[in-house]
């Protein structure tokens, strides 16, 4: 049977937290951004372009095989007018649709061939392997001047009988600062392989090595909830942050470590113990030349059983740890109650279910998007909505200007209905090419058909003058059964 992953439309619950072990239903996306807010640029024209998930649609009449969808950026932003829609049945994409298989439920871009175009390294983690059930499956589609095609070549999982579900989690960087993109790859254990020096045309990495923190693969946890990359300590190489479980208590308490980068590569010894959260964003909020980690947790202050979770906040709670030369320093938590924040915290709002950073008015300081995809929006039910905040010299502004978006918001496509989930993801990046960064919106519309709303930028603050909807019915993607197109973007 295969693992539903991203697929499952969560319209109960995404973290259930029963008798004091947290187990995750729904498994968010993986946010990032270094200091310098690298965002994706397919076909080398300058403007900014996005890729995410559509990991339950049918291809060829199979169940969950998986799409990936790109939109390519702009004068005018993101619509499905320009596009690429990729399944394992497109030519040149190693692999064959199958049902479970989940093409594209993971995602992470770099330049992994050095040949100027950003590359999308894409996992399939239901994939079975010969006899190998939910082995997974990951391969790496090549940028060029038509974007991304579906040509590529598949990274073999090195160890296939240590775990399941390969290519389940993601993240690219240059963690040893040699000025090639790696390549880090979680599964269903607790080890991390990393791929070093960028891939050749046949796939071939520059070296390899692994890192195991400190996190379970048992009890439910399946190896890492998420990782991330980016700058912390401003020395030019990526760090990591995985999200995980801790493996100190029975419990199992979310858990998550900053992995700092270094001439040799990702450096356990230095590594530190962050602030819980199950997703995570990096990038510099306060201009001070280093990335500050932001992570969400989503879940509320207790478990069923009335027991107290360590620095969760009642509907969620997002913490800020800035960086600094010596990696990750003082950290901050945020609350629909903090300030001027848009909202209340109620239970199960899931406020931090999703995060990205990006400079939406170009004053060099980073701003935040935040999910809050369980909100209540009168008698709709896990509506959704997002959080805007504007970074400052002195971080995060929780007192003025803050911004708050829903499908009942003015301007914004759609209406408030049950369980769309608006905000399930969130991306900040340019993608009319103005220099300034637009809120991109993922949701669970249409009984987990899914849609992306484009929110742009006006130089100043997001609006919705210019805002619209991308449907999987108007870009190749079936809406037959769950979708689930934009659960996930890539980063």
Excluded: C
């Amino acid at each position: 049977m295969h693992k539903p992953l991203r697929l499952a439309l969560a319209t109960a619950t995404a973290v259930a937290l029963t008798g004091g072990l947290l187990t995750f239903s729904a498994v968010n996306a993986t946010a990032a951004d270094s200091t310098h807010v690298p965002q994706a640029d397919f076909n080398g024209d300058g403007i900014g372009d996005v890729a995410f998930s559509a990991a339950g649609a049918y291809v060829s009449g199979h169940k969950n095989a998986g799409q990936l969808v790109v939109l390519y950026g702009t004068a005018t932003g993101v619509s499905s007018a320009k596009r690429s829609t990729i399944s394992q049945n497109t030519a040149g994409n190693p692999g064959t649709a199958e049902t479970g298989d989940a093409f594209g439920s993971e995602t992470a871009y770099a330049d992994f061939n050095g040949d100027g175009y950003d590359d999308l390294a894409v996992g399939s983690p239901g994939e079975d392997v010969g006899s190998d059930v939910d082995g997974g499956g990951l391969v790496i589609l090549w940028g060029s001047a038509s974007g991304i095609t579906g040509k590529g070549v598949g990274i073999a999982d090195p160890a296939p009988s240590s775990h399941d579900y390969w290519g389940k989690n993601l993240a690219a960087g240059d963690f040893d600062g040699d000025g090639k993109a790696d390549l880090a790859v979680g599964s269903s254990a607790a080890t991390i392989y990393v791929f070093k020096g960028g891939f050749n045309s046949s796939g071939t990495a520059g070296g390899r090595y692994t890192i195991k923190p400190a996190i379970q693969s048992g009890n439910g946890a399946n190896g890492p909830l998420n990782l991330t990359a980016g700058d912390v300590n401003g020395d030019k190489r990526t760090d990591l942050v995985v999200d995980g479980f801790e493996t100190e208590t029975s419990y199992g308490w979310n858990r998550n470590y900053y992995i700092p980068g270094t001439a040799s590569g990702l450096s356990l010894a230095s590594a530190q113990a962050l602030k819980p959260g199950v997703i995570t964003a990096i990038g510099d909020i306060n201009g001070d030349g280093y990335g500050d980690i932001v992570s969400g947790a989503q879940w509320d202050t207790t478990t069923s059983d009335g027991t107290a979770i360590p620095d969760s906040g009642k509907g969620g709670k997002v913490w800020v740890t800035y960086g600094s030369d010596g990696g990750p320093t003082t950290s901050t938590g945020i609350t629909q109650d903090t300030g001027n924040v848009p909202g209340t915290a109620e239970s199960k709002d899931w406020f931090g279910y999703e995060l990205d950073l990006g400079d939406i008015n170009g004053d060099g300081f980073l701003d935040l998007a935040i999910g809050v995809a369980g909100e209540n929006i009168g008698s709709a039910v896990n509506t959704g909505a997002v959080t805007v905040l504007y970074g400052t010299s002195s971080g995060l502004d929780t007192t003025s200007g803050a911004q708050g978006f829903a499908q009942s918001t003015p301007g914004v496509p759609g209406n408030d209905e049950n369980d769309d989930m608006f905000g399930a993801d969130v991306k900040l990046d340019d993608v009319t090419g103005d220099g300034k960064a637009d809120l991109i919106v993922g949701s669970y519309e249409n009984d987990g058909n899914g849609a992306v709303t484009y929110l742009p930028s006006d130089g100043t603050v997001i609006t919705t003058t210019g805002s619209r909807a991308v449907a999987p019915s108007t870009s190749g993607v079936s809406t037959t059964g769950t979708p689930s197109f934009g659960a996930n973007f890539a980063d």
